[in-house]
């Protein structure tokens, strides 16, 4: 079945260490997207992939990395210069076509002790 | 940027009764792309609706409706007969048809609550 994986489905992390979320599709989806979730806030963008080895910030890209050295992969590095980073994490993939949705893992829940 | 908006944070609906969620955006383009998303406490985000700008005719899935009011910047869902599944987070999105690269714009969100 196609769909999108992200591991692991929590997370715990010590202040000061860098942690990667993992994120792949095998629905042969050129766009990927790194989004962050917390209460009341909606679905804020960290960062997005419109083809491999490229790259653009959204809006709250500070304190995170990303890397899309393969179509089916995005990983996220959430680095200790990110101030809070315990949240919640949804990766998400679409095609180009404006038409189509986005299709979205199960996230990863990360927490900061 | 294009915003989407959702001025209700919590919503609540009598099981069998309806219920419609508002949404409203802001865009100055002409051609673009509307969703609704639904978020149950798994938290796995599940396209709900979806409406083209293009097209007057109002989006429907089975028991999901949409009112598109493009003048007006509106895209409610109406949720008929409602049932204990459909308690969740709603979450409007829009999609520009003309932008390179392609965003999607998420409102806040609107928690429904469905009452047995």
């Known amino acids: 079945d196609g769909g999108i994986t992200q591991s692991p489905k929590y997370l715990f992390r010590k202040e000061g260490q860098n942690v990667t979320l993992s994120c792949e599709q095998n629905?042969?989806?050129?766009?990927m997207y790194w989004y962050r979730q917390d209460p009341g806030q909606g679905l804020r963008l960290i960062y997005y992939?419109?083809?491999?080895?490229?790259?653009q910030k959204g809006d709250i890209a500070e304190g995170y990395s990303v890397s899309r050295e393969k179509k089916e992969s995005f990983p996220l590095t959430v680095t200790s210069a990110q101030k809070n980073p315990t949240a919640f994490y949804l990766c998400?993939?679409?095609?180009?076509?404006?038409?189509?949705?986005?299709?979205f893992g199960p996230g990863t829940r990360l927490t900061v002790l | 940027a294009q915003t989407v908006t959702q001025s209700q944070p919590e919503m609540s609906v009598q099981e069998a009764e309806t219920v419609t969620l508002s949404c409203t955006y802001d865009?100055?383009?002409?051609?673009?792309?509307l969703f609704w998303y639904k978020q149950p406490p798994s938290r796995q985000m599940i396209l709900v609706i979806r409406?083209?700008?293009?097209?007057?005719q109002n989006a429907t899935e089975n028991r999901f409706s949409v009112n598109f009011q493009k003048a007006a910047k509106s895209f409610s869902l109406k949720i008929s007969d409602s049932q204990l599944g459909d308690a969740a987070m709603y979450f409007c999105?829009?999609?520009?048809?003309?932008?390179?690269?392609?965003?999607?714009?998420f409102g806040t969100g609107t928690s429904l609550t469905v009452i047995p």
């Open positions: 865009t100055s383009e002409s051609d673009y792309y």
């Open positions: 992939s419109q083809i491999v080895n490229d790259f």
């Open positions: 998400a993939s679409t095609e180009r076509s404006s038409y189509n949705e986005q299709f």
């Open positions: 999105a829009y999609r520009s048809a003309i932008e390179f690269p392609n965003q999607f714009y």
């Open positions: 409406q083209e700008a293009y097209k007057q």
């Open positions: 629905l042969n989806h050129d766009a």
